[in-house]
C-alpha cells in the first residue's frame, strides 16, 4: 500500500493531456521597471536591508562596527607576529636575486581587518626626509628624531633630535614611526588603563557595600567593643610615634650613604671641552651637547656650562666624556704622572684608542688613549 494521499500535489496525478498546461501557471518573467528598481548591484544590500539592518546602527556583539570591513590578510608564509624582512637587509642567494621587500601592510585598527575606504598602511615603507623614526642600535640608541638627510651611497641617515641636535646614524639602526600607528596605540593604552581603574573602583565600591551591610548587622555590639576600639587606638598611636622616629633616624642614615655613595671625581679638570651623553640628564634635554667644564666646586661636583649660557651643577662623570680637537691643537692630560698639563695633539689612532701628545712646559713626547685627554679652552 502507498501512504501518499491521492490529493497531494504530485506529477502523477495530473492527466497527460494536462501537463503541457502546467507552464501556463508559472508566472511571467519580471518587467524592466522591477529591474530597474532593484539593479543586480544593490541586489545583497537590498537584501539585508530587509533583514532589518540599518547604515548608521553598528554590528557585532557590543555594536562596536559601524562601518564596512574588510579582511586584511598576511602575506605568504609569513608567520604571526613576523615582519617581512626590509629590502636593503636581503642578500642574493646561490647568485638568485630575492625579491625586494614584501610590504608589510597593516590596518589603522590594528587587527586582521580594515574600513573599506581606509588606506592600508606599509610598516616597511621607504625612509625618507622628514620621516619620524625611532633609533634602535648603537650610540644613541633609545631616542627618537626626524630624518634631515639621507645619503643613499653610504647608507646613512642625519637626524634631528628633540633637543635640536643632529646625529648621524646608520640605516640599519633606525626604524620609521608611523603617526597612524602610534596614535593607535596610544589610544589603546589609554583605553586599558581607563577600564582597569574602572574595574578597580567598581570593585571598591562593592567592598564598601558589604563592609556598611556587616556594619548594620552589627550594630547591635558596638556599645560593647568601643572600649577595645578605643585601647587599641592607644596602641596604634604609640605604635606610630615610635615608627616616625625610627623612619626620621633612618632618613637620615640613608643621606649619610647616599653621600657616602658619591663617587670621587677621577679625571674632570677645569677649562676642558666635554660632550654631554646621558639620555636620561634633564629628559635627554642636553644630549650630545658639547660645554666646558668651568669650575670644580668639592671632590664629588663640578660645573658646566653649554653654548647656551646654561649652567649645570648636577652631573657625573659618567654622564659625560671627552672631547678630542684637530691635529695641531692643544689637550689638557687628564690622568697620569702629567694630569693638569697642558699638550698639542700631533697624531690620533681611532682603531687602536690611542694619541700622541707632546707636552708644553717639557717637550716630552707620550702616548695616551683618546679618554686620557680632552680638548682646552684657552
Known amino acids: ?92 642567494k646561490d647568485g638568485k636575486e630575492i625579491p625586494k621587500g614584501l610590504q608589510n601592510l597593516v590596518s589603522k585598527t590594528g587587527k586582521s581587518y580594515n574600513y573599506i575606504g581606509d588606506k592600508l598602511i606599509d610598516k616597511n615603507k621607504q625612509i625618507d626626509i622628514n620621516d619620524k623614526v625611532n633609533i634602535i642600535a648603537g650610540k644613541h640608541e633609545g631616542l627618537q628624531g626626524f630624518i634631515t ?54 570593585q571598591g565600591n562593592a567592598e564598601s557595600d558589604q563592609s556598611e551591610s556587616s556594619d548594620d548587622e552589627k550594630s547591635s555590639s558596638d556599645h560593647e567593643k568601643k572600649a577595645k576600639k578605643s585601647k587599641k587606638i ?67 661636583t663640578f660645573t658646566v656650562i653649554t653654548p647656551s649660557k646654561n649652567t649645570l651643577e648636577d652631573l657625573r662623570e659618567k654622564d659625560i666624556e671627552t672631547i678630542i680637537p684637530d691635529i695641531g691643537k692643544k689637550v689638557k692630560v687628564l690622568t697620569g704622572e702629567n694630569k693638569g698639563h697642558v699638550a698639542t695633539l700631533l697624531e690620533r689612532n681611532k682603531r687602536k684608542n690611542e694619541v700622541v701628545v707632546q707636552i708644553v712646559d717639557t717637550m716630552e713626547t707620550i702616548i695616551l688613549s683618546q679618554d686620557d685627554v680632552s680638548e682646552v679652552v684657552a
Open 1 to 92: 500500500m502507498s501512504s501518499q494521499q491521492p490529493d497531494s500535489p504530485t506529477i502523477q496525478n495530473v492527466p497527460l493531456q494536462e501537463r503541457h498546461l502546467m507552464q501556463e501557471k508559472v508566472a511571467e518573467d519580471i518587467s524592466k521597471e522591477a529591474y530597474d528598481y532593484m539593479p543586480v548591484e544593490s541586489f545583497g544590500s537590498f537584501l539585508i536591508k530587509k533583514m532589518g539592518y540599518d547604515e548608521k546602527q553598528g554590528i557585532g556583539r557590543k555594536q562596536q562596527i559601524v562601518r564596512p570591513i574588510e579582511f586584511v590578510p598576511r602575506n605568504h608564509r609569513q608567520g604571526l607576529g613576523a615582519d617581512p624582512m626590509p629590502s636593503f637587509l636581503q642578500k642574493q
Open 149 to 202: 638627510k639621507v645619503d643613499k651611497e653610504k647608507e646613512e641617515y642625519l637626524v634631528e633630535l628633540k633637543n635640536g641636535q643632529v646625529v648621524k646614524v646608520d640605516k640599519k639602526q633606525v626604524k620609521l614611526i608611523i603617526p597612524e600607528l602610534e596614535k593607535m596605540q596610544e589610544e589603546t593604552k589609554h583605553k586599558e588603563q581607563s577600564d582597569s581603574e574602572s574595574e578597580a573602583s567598581s
Open 234 to 300: 592607644k596602641k596604634d598611636k604609640d605604635k606610630k610615634d615610635k615608627k616616625s622616629k625610627k623612619d626620621k633616624k633612618s632618613k637620615k642614615d640613608k643621606k649619610k650613604k647616599k653621600d657616602s655613595k658619591k663617587k670621587r671625581l677621577k679625571w674632570v679638570e677645569p677649562l676642558i671641552r666635554i660632550r654631554i651623553i646621558s639620555k636620561k640628564y634633564k629628559d635627554g634635554q642636553f644630549y650630545n651637547v658639547k660645554a666646558i667644564i668651568s669650575d670644580i666646586i668639592d671632590c664629588y
